[in-house]
């Protein structure tokens, strides 16, 4: 996108550490004001200087406790917001099938119950610090003051087909598949 950082000037960064340093910036455009996507990961916190390291969401889950992933996920939406971003890859629902696969860590568990409940809670303590557009109020673009997470890794990621970690989805999906 225009505004963006040029590419390999933005893999170098990266791989220099860059990643875990600062906001991951794109889709801005100064010049009309547009701030763009400020990303950060965060499966166990956002992932910046300063910011708080929590459990992972395997051990958060293991306490049931709706409430605490609330808290989690509002504590992380003000880190988030005070350290520049407004996006971070913090809310994983997957539902694990194999405990070997490499980010079991990073969802709750093996229930959907569980996931739905624990994620949409962690989800509604996040957006406490989001903006909404509305027709009777325009923000402009300078002034978004929002933090939303990415909901990713829900469905059918426990592994690719194939691989050396024998995973459920292989038996879940029809042999015409």
Not at 87 to 104: D, E, Q, S
Not at 108 to 130: N, T
Not at 140 to 160: E, M, Y
């Amino acid at each position: 996108m225009h505004g963006d950082p040029p590419f390999w000037s933005g893999m170098l960064d990266m791989a220099a550490d860059g990643y875990h340093r600062h906001v991951q910036v794109a889709g801005a455009v100064p010049r009309l004001g547009i701030p763009g996507i400020r990303f950060s990961d965060g499966p166990r916190g956002v992932v910046l200087p300063g910011a708080t390291t929590f459990p992972v969401a395997m051990a958060r889950g293991a306490s049931w406790d709706v409430e605490l992933q609330e808290r989690v996920g509002d504590a992380m939406g003000r880190e988030l917001r005070a350290l520049g971003g407004n996006h971070f890859g913090g809310l994983c629902i997957n539902v694990v099938r194999h405990p070997a696969w490499g980010r079991a860590q990073e969802s709750y568990g093996e229930d959907s119950f569980h996931l739905g409940a624990l994620g949409a809670a962690f989800l509604s303590g996040v957006q406490r610090h989001r903006s909404y557009l509305g027709s009777d109020r325009i923000i402009p673009p300078d002034s978004f003051n929002g933090a939303f997470p990415c909901v990713h890794r829900f469905l059918l990621q426990d592994s690719p087909p194939g691989s050396a970690n024998p995973s459920a989805v292989g038996m879940m999906l029809p042999a015409n598949f």
